[in-house]
């Protein structure tokens, strides 16, 4: 699976070997994270990419995405897919540490990972946030994703991929 670039951002699907270091904190030499990565949204996503990996095998490109910085090679988040599609429905997750926010890396991140869908041909896509989370809820918007239903700790949102064209 090769990566997906922005103009400012790389995602990168992470194997079984990277996910197992991030699970574990424990980055090789080749690994170039900032401070704060992977923090606590990260570790769940992971152990639920191993998870599904021992299970069904080979996630990608139904996987967990690294967010690298374009401009230094640093990871700064983490984004991807909460399982396999089902019924060409995938639900989605991201998150970046606390010095990457409010730069516009997630919306970048979330479009390119909706691409990724479209391409696979999804047709549907899901995301939660918080009441609290302002900022994720704005992206999703800007993204296209709409609040379709809340319940007292989250807000559930769906965006519906157009059909390319053949």
Same mark, same amino acid.
């Given at each position: 699976m090769s990566d997906r670039e922005t103009a400012r951002? =790389?995602?990168? !699907? $992470?194997?079984? !070997?990277?996910a197992q270091r991030i699970r574990d904190m424990a980055p090789s030499a080749e690994d170039h994270w900032a401070e704060g990565? &992977?923090?606590e949204g990260d570790l769940a996503a992971i152990g639920g990419f191993l998870r599904a990996t021992d299970q069904h095998g080979d996630q990608r490109p139904f996987g967990y995405y690294q967010i690298t910085r374009q401009s230094d %090679? $640093? $990871? $700064? %988040?983490g984004i991807g897919f909460v399982g396999p599609p089902d019924g060409g429905m995938v639900e989605i997750g991201y998150g970046l540490i &606390?010095? !990457?926010r409010g730069r516009g890396y997630a919306g970048k991140a979330l479009l390119a990972l909706m691409? =990724?869908?479209d391409e696979h041909g999804i047709a549907e896509l899901r995301a939660d946030t918080t009441h609290d989370n302002i900022a994720s809820q704005r992206t999703l918007a800007h993204a296209g994703f709409e609040q379709v239903a809340a319940d007292d700790e989250l807000l559930h949102y769906e965006a519906r991929l157009v059909p390319r064209m053949a």
């Open positions: 951002l =790389i995602l990168r !699907a $992470v194997d079984t !070997a990277q990565y &992977p923090f %090679g $640093v $990871v $700064v %988040g &606390p010095a !990457a691409a =990724i869908a």
